[in-house]
């Protein structure tokens, strides 16, 4: 069924449709591409600019609980910022082994932000190279049914088909639900590989992951408890990566290093253009 749904989306796209038979909103896509092209420079744009409304992983409930503010006063872009992970996605794939990326920075600087930004350039500014799937709350992340969730919306799953997935996947233990989820994502990855794309999993906020009471002494990602070591385990060299954001000032065991994953420091100083951009109202 995974793989019939896939042959679905291939075929709709090359007629200019979506899976439902729907005409495909190309305006709408082509001004997420034209957003896309024309940020080479700061500035603040209104995420209904640069994402379709049917961008999985931009969901409203993630709109509303994690950038409510952006809804009204637009998104901070950093091009710098952005284009050296971006260009660090494509370091990680060219590995011979599986790596994956951590973001660090204080808390405040506007990581989950950057993380917005790099995925609108992942999404539209890469020639459709890469798939992303969102997980853009860790807090929210309790069980295997939740990634399954994430996984079926960033590919367009229904709603029977997802609730299919997520009840093959929680039932049984959990050596039942690792081996589910294993084979899962080879399947949708063999999927992905015959499109010539890479997948890009986004993990935002896993402190609140580890500072939950039973993983205060956990010190590394793949030794969290199922399904939370997937973080790690999904990854496979060159072509599959996560991204993972965490504050480097939170006194809990993740803020020093992450095995197979290579650290990148969030810039924590403003350009003088971006802070023109950000605060017009100031003088030179």
Not at 70 to 76: C, D, F, K, S
Not at 115 to 127: F, Q
Not at 212 to 219: A, D, E
Request: hydrophobic share 40%; aromatic share 10%.
């Amino acid at each position: 069924a995974i793989v019939d749904h896939f042959n679905r989306i291939a075929t709709a796209a090359a007629a200019g449709t979506d899976a439902a038979g729907t005409a495909t909103d190309a305006e709408a896509l082509e001004v997420s591409i034209d957003t896309a092209s024309q940020m080479t420079t700061p500035k603040i744009y209104k995420t209904s600019e640069a994402f379709l409304e049917e961008d999985r992983y931009w969901e409203p409930s993630v709109r509303e609980e994690r950038f409510l503010g952006t809804l009204e006063n637009g998104v901070l872009y950093r091009p710098e910022i952005v284009d050296t992970l971006f260009e660090k996605v494509g370091e990680v794939f060219k590995r011979h082994v599986a790596r994956g990326i951590m973001i660090k920075g204080p808390h405040g600087v506007g990581k989950s932000h950057t993380l917005v930004n790099l995925v609108h350039k992942l999404l539209y500014g890469s020639s459709n190279k890469y798939h992303v799937t969102f997980m853009p709350d860790c807090e929210k992340w309790t069980s295997v049914g939740d990634l399954l969730q994430a996984i079926c919306a960033s590919f367009g799953f229904d709603r029977d088909m997802t609730n299919g997935v997520i009840t093959q996947g929680i039932q049984g233990n959990h050596a039942v639900g690792n081996f589910f989820l294993r084979r899962f994502i080879a399947v949708i990855d063999d999927v992905l590989a015959s499109m010539g794309k890479q997948w890009v999993f986004v993990f935002d906020q896993i402190n609140r992951i580890f500072a939950r009471g039973k993983f205060l002494l956990r010190k590394d990602v793949g030794v969290l408890d199922f399904p939370f070591d997937w973080i790690k385990h999904v990854m496979k060299a060159k072509r599959i990566t996560s991204i993972i954001s965490a504050s480097a000032n939170n006194e809990v065991s993740y803020k020093d290093h992450q095995e197979g994953f290579e650290e990148q420091m969030h810039e924590i100083r403003m350009t003088h253009d971006e802070t023109r951009v950000l605060f017009p109202g100031l003088s030179d």
